[in-house]
């Protein structure tokens, strides 16, 4: 059997975990609390599996679909009283990097916000490297449609030999033209690192308030979103690209749809759909068996 070797790229054929052990600390964006978290090897077919290493003792949580129990804002896993938050812009930088195993420990309820993009996270696992291990990577091959909807929103998966991603916003704010709220793109690694991971997380203020009266937000700032007012973007230095809010909606669900366990071979097509209608479609997959196949 072949053993575990650093290399520089992943290869599309072998599942891979990090090489060396990383930490970064950051603000949690909606409980506002500073987060340690750390980056650690795991076996073949480990998955991602988050780790409250601040409970006693500590409670591993598998980043999996049917875990999500809270999807307003962010994708919440559960397992018994033990909560992750924020998980989706992690795992995306995950499935951009080629990361399939690891362990991560955070010391509180939240992976920390950092930019929010996935940006930071695809630099920590640059700096943790990459090494191959001895397990074949398996995919999930979409063979027939799968759609869920909820009013005027859908999300689907539609067959395809390659990830591709058909996704449109609709804001209707003046800081958001027509031409700037649909994304269309083959999603292969380096189109992800490229094009979609330094897109950040955004929100209105005029809705700040509010969202803090619920205990949402707390360490919401303009170092971590774009914000926008009624009329245009407030942060300073503008939007990193034209499309930057329909490009971290699609960042969104690439990590949402990394919570089936696998990379998909299909294509992801979306109008309007968040956290709630993304693992409603995962679920359907699942529920679905001859829809997809391993590949």
């Known amino acids: 059997m072949p053993s575990e070797e650093t290399v520089l790229a992943p290869t599309k054929d072998q599942q891979h975990t990090v090489a060396n052990v990383v930490s970064t600390t950051g603000v949690a964006l909606h409980s506002g609390l500073r987060v340690k978290l750390t980056l650690k090897p795991a076996p073949v077919d480990h998955g991602i599996v988050f780790r409250r290493s601040d409970l006693s003792p500590p409670v591993d949580v598998p980043a999996k679909a049917e875990l999500v129990k809270e999807t307003r804002l962010a994708t919440t896993l559960v397992v018994d009283d033990a909560k992750v938050q924020t998980v989706e812009h992690f795992l995306a930088a995950c499935v951009g990097c080629g990361l399939d195993n690891a362990l991560v420990e955070i010391d509180n309820i939240e992976v920390p916000i950092m930019d929010g993009s996935s940006a930071p996270f695809v630099f920590l696992i640059e700096e943790a490297g ?18 869920v909807e909820s009013g005027d929103k859908f999300a689907e998966l539609l067959p395809s030999q390659q990830f591709q991603v058909d996704f449109t916003i609709d804001f209707a704010h003046p800081a958001i033209p027509d031409e700037h709220c649909r994304v269309t793109m083959d999603l292969a ?23 803090r009266a619920i205990g949402l937000a707390q360490g919401g700032s303009m170092e971590n979103a774009v914000v926008l007012d009624e009329y245009k973007v407030l ?45 409603k479609l995962c679920r359907a997959l699942m529920a679905s068996p001859d829809s997809w196949r391993w590949a």
Do not use: W
């Not at 690694?189 to 969202?211: C, K, Q, V, W, Y």
């Not at 960042?251 to 709630?276: E, I, N, P, Q, T």
């Open 235 to 279: 942060n300073r230095e503008g939007l990193r690209f034209a499309d930057e809010l329909a490009r971290h909606k699609v960042l969104d669900a690439v990590g949402d749809l990394f919570l089936l366990g696998y990379r998909v071979k299909a294509k992801y097509h979306a109008f309007k759909s968040g956290h709630d209608l993304n693992n």
């Open 130 to 147: 990459l090494v191959a291990q001895a397990s074949a990577r398996k995919y999930i091959e979409v063979i027939a449609p799968i759609r």
């Open 189 to 211: 690694p380096d189109a992800f690192l490229e094009h979609i991971s330094r897109a950040r997380t955004f929100g209105f203020s005029f809705e700040a308030d509010m969202l």
